[in-house]
T-cell receptor
Framework: DAGVIQSPRHEVTEMGQEVTLRCKPISGHNSLFWYRQTMMRGLELLIYFNNNVPIDDSGMPEDRFSAKMPNASFSTLKIQPSEPRDSAVYFC??????????????FGEGSWLTVV | AQTVTQSQPEMSVQEAETVTLSCTYDTSENNYYLFWYKQPPSRQMILVIRQEAYKQQNATENRFSVNFQKAAKSFSLKISDSQLGDTAMYFCAFMKLNYGGATNKLIFGTGTLLAVQP
């Protein structure tokens, strides 16, 4: 079975440019998460969706960040304009939820973003 | 709010030996899940083991086992017969269980960097 698929795997961009990260969750999963990992702040939850609806976006740093989930099989995280402090590994993760299925969250391989 | 604490930033173990990584958490919830994730140099987050708080029996997965002490809010990971491939960052994580089974978010500790020495 395909896991969580993220693209791009690596991106280097100049400050001020728009960055779009993409995620395809595991088929059948109804919850999707975006996490950011940096040396200084560790793993931070940015936003998560249940059934395509944003549930908690309190971790989104500021208005420069936005996330969408137009359907059950696709989500985007957009940064506009990007800044050097946005350099991080961005993880997308998904789960099927529910007590019976255990709520285990599966992660993609991450998108490494460098803003210069 | 829930917090997860990993007090060992780095640890080292000889190949084939046993090592235990510590994790404590703070919550007022009674129903939750606890997880250990492994992050090798590739940065991929890999689930190692999971424990449901309502289960008294400690979870095991091959060489990996946990010591779950609910009253003490402690959740340590034991790795037996350590292998070079176990070298990685290990994260402890907490998830509150919503009634009805709806998914909630994972809250991570700061991680323990484990080095397995040949």
């Amino acid at each position: 079975d395909a896991g969580v698929i993220q693209s791009p795997r690596h991106e280097v961009t100049e400050m001020g440019q728009e960055v779009t990260l993409r995620c395809k969750p595991i088929s059948g999963h109804n919850s999707l998460f975006w996490y950011r990992q940096t040396m200084m702040r560790g793993l931070e939850l940015l936003i998560y969706f249940n059934n395509n609806v944003p549930i908690d976006d309190s971790g989104m740093p500021e208005d420069r960040f936005s996330a969408k989930m137009p359907n059950a099989s696709f989500s985007t995280l957009k940064i506009q304009p990007s800044e050097p402090r946005d350099s991080a590994v961005y993880f997308c993760a998904s789960t099927s939820g529910g007590r019976v299925l255990g709520n285990t969250i599966y992660f993609g391989e991450g998108s490494w973003l460098t803003v210069v | 709010a829930q917090t997860v604490t990993q007090s060992q930033p780095e640890m080292s173990v000889q190949e084939a030996e046993t090592v235990t990584l510590s994790c404590t958490y703070d919550t007022s919830e009674n129903n939750y899940y606890l997880f250990w994730y492994k992050q090798p140099p590739s940065r991929q987050m890999i689930l190692v083991i999971r424990q449901e708080a309502y289960k008294q029996q400690n979870a095991t997965e091959n060489r990996f086992s946990v010591n779950f002490q609910k009253a003490a809010k402690s959740f340590s990971l034991k790795i037996s017969d350590s292998q070079l491939g176990d070298t990685a960052m290990y994260f402890c994580a907490f998830m509150k269980l919503n009634y009805g089974g709806a998914t909630n978010k994972l809250i991570f500790g700061t991680g323990t960097l484990l080095a397995v020495q040949p």
